[in-house]
């Protein structure tokens, strides 16, 4: 245990005073040479190739998106094991072919996601994936749309991210119809006025963008408009909260 714990403080002292080499990556598939001797009935998948899937998420504990971007791999894992073991992986007309993922820590940054866009589409990837926020996600969409690249991006919603790229694909609604519904409901409901405060950040600026015409259509007063920097702290959101608090806006 002395020992252990010796060895523990060495690693922090030294990694605390060194830059780190290289990046976290994760590559998750089937192993399909076991099946025969591990399984009682000792059958096996018969797979003709693969699909590789690959792309950046934030998976160190230290990144901004460590919470969503290690929980979008981690649900992609699940997906692949489930595919590949249960369904013998994807049916195309030459055969089943295997999932493979293959994930890259983004460090949250918009020059490691381009770096690691520009490396994988040099690459056997078959699948660009966009790992969390609009703001990573669009230098992904850029440098994957110029190598002619299948992107699924499902962790972005901004209008630029998919713009004229028609091989980018995304799962969530536009960021402009992110409010709508909840203007709707809120103007039904009584609600006479409304505020907006935005980070600096493509996917919140677009979101927040889409109001003053909400607020327009539904016959609300739009009180201010506040865009605030990337990551704000208590020094700059105290004077946005005590401009709110002397708005007092319903919204």
Do not use: M
Request: glycine share 8%; aromatic share 8%; charged share 20%.
């Amino acid at each position: 245990l002395l020992a252990t714990s010796l060895l523990f403080l060495y690693a922090t002292k030294t990694s605390a005073s060194q830059s780190p080499r290289g990046i976290v990556s994760i590559t998750r598939g089937i192993d399909n040479d076991f099946a025969e001797t591990l399984q009682e009935d000792g059958t096996k998948c018969d797979f003709s190739g693969k699909i590789v899937l690959g792309g950046p998420f934030s998976l160190e504990q230290d990144d901004k998106f460590f919470t969503v971007g290690s929980r979008q791999q981690i649900s992609f894992a699940l997906q692949v094991d489930y595919i590949n073991r249960f369904r013998c992986g994807v049916q195309l007309s030459s055969g089943n072919h295997a999932l493979e993922l293959r994930t890259y820590d983004d460090q949250s940054s918009v020059s490691w996601t381009d770096l690691i866009a520009r490396k994988l589409v040099e690459t056997d990837v078959d699948i660009i994936l966009g790992g969390y926020s609009s703001t990573l996600t669009k230098p992904l969409a850029q440098v994957t749309h110029e190598a002619r690249k299948l992107l699924l991006a499902p962790g972005a919603a901004s209008t630029a991210v998919f713009a004229e790229k028609d091989k980018a694909f995304g799962t969530f609604p536009p960021t402009a119809k992110y409010l709508s519904q909840a203007i709707v409901g809120l103007a039904g409901a009584g609600a006479k006025s409304i505020a907006t405060v935005w980070e600096d950040a493509s996917f919140t600026r677009g979101v927040c963008g889409a109001a003053p015409d909400l607020a327009e259509i539904h016959g609300l007063q739009l009180t201010s408009s506040q865009e605030v920097i990337n990551t704000p702290n208590i020094t700059a959101l105290e004077p946005v909260a005590q401009k709110l608090s002397q708005e007092d806006p319903d919204i």
